[in-house]
């Protein structure tokens, strides 16, 4: 956890001055605050190109359970009022968003009460596009996590895992759902036993480019079940991983700070090298 002070030397050394050395493509650098966790950002670093891993939130944006889940209304306009303001009405899990805690754990951490220093952490990329491609209802196995350490060194301390299934292609058409006749939805997720494996390990988070955590023919939502009542959080929905290298870019969570939030919409960037 971070000690006091910590989100504030965060925020500090995000500005702009920090951030940009000078203009015309500069190599931006960041110093954040060595009281974050081993293997968080605890030291100067720079990078220099940001990806964003965020889709466009519509209103027809593909839902877990089909209906639009985002509504959007004209409050105030120019015409009328000099300035512009919408209202949205929307379930807290649509578009490119982050599962709490607490959407599995009565007792779990809602979104608003994460550390900031979880929130900030290395990026890892699984890719199992090939497989997914031949079956829609491929999963994450733990042989792949093994076989990722094996090509790539242990999974960095307090880090991301996200699964680059290509399902992000999909967005926008019916395949991204991919629901049968029977409404059985047949799309890409982490497999039981890899959550299992990652929750031994310092893992903060996993990440998928599909609906959900689970595969979408779950029935029982066992690795929802299982990763979030450990205090882990969990993105669902992401976009671009095929931009982001398989290590050494940084994930930053802007994730909603929603009381009692039990996930919601987020914009999530990866800090690339």
């Known amino acids: 956890m971070c000690v006091p002070g910590c989100h504030e030397a965060v925020v500090a050394n995000l500005s702009r001055r920090g951030l940009f050395r000078a203009a015309g493509g500069a190599t931006a650098a960041v110093a954040l605050s060595s009281a974050l966790p081993s293997g968080a950002l605890g030291q100067t670093m720079s990078f220099s190109r940001v990806i964003d891993l965020t889709h466009t939130l519509v209103p027809d944006f593909p839902t877990y359970f089909g209906p639009p889940q985002l509504v959007i209304e004209t409050e ?5 009022d000099g300035f512009q303001v919408f209202k949205w009405t929307l379930l807290e899990h649509t578009g490119t968003h982050m599962d709490a805690p607490f959407h599995f754990a009565k007792e779990g951490l809602s979104a608003d009460k994460l550390d900031p220093s979880v929130l900030v952490v290395p990026l890892v990329v699984i890719d199992i596009k090939e497989r997914a491609t031949a079956d829609p209802d491929a999963q994450l196995m733990a042989a792949d996590i093994e076989a990722f350490e094996q090509a790539n060194g242990p999974l960095p301390e307090n880090c991301c895992v996200a699964m680059n299934s290509g399902w992000a292609q999909h967005v926008g058409t019916e395949r991204f759902r991919n629901a049968g006749a029977d409404g059985m939805m047949h799309f890409p997720g982490f497999h039981p036993d890899a959550a299992n494996m990652l929750l031994q390990r310092n893992v903060a988070g996993i990440a998928v480019d599909t609906l959900s955590l689970d595969f979408g023919a779950s029935q029982d939502f066992a690795v929802h079940a ?12 992401i976009a671009n991983l095929d931009e982001a290298p398989a290590t050494g870019a940084t994930l930053v969570v802007g994730s909603p700070k ?5 996930g919601g919409p987020s914009r999530l960037f990866a800090l690339l090298p």
């Open 76 to 80: 105030k306009t120019f015409e009328k």
């Open 226 to 237: 299982t990763w979030l009542p450990a205090g882990r959080w969990g993105l669902e929905a």
């Open 258 to 262: 929603v009381i009692n939030a039990t």
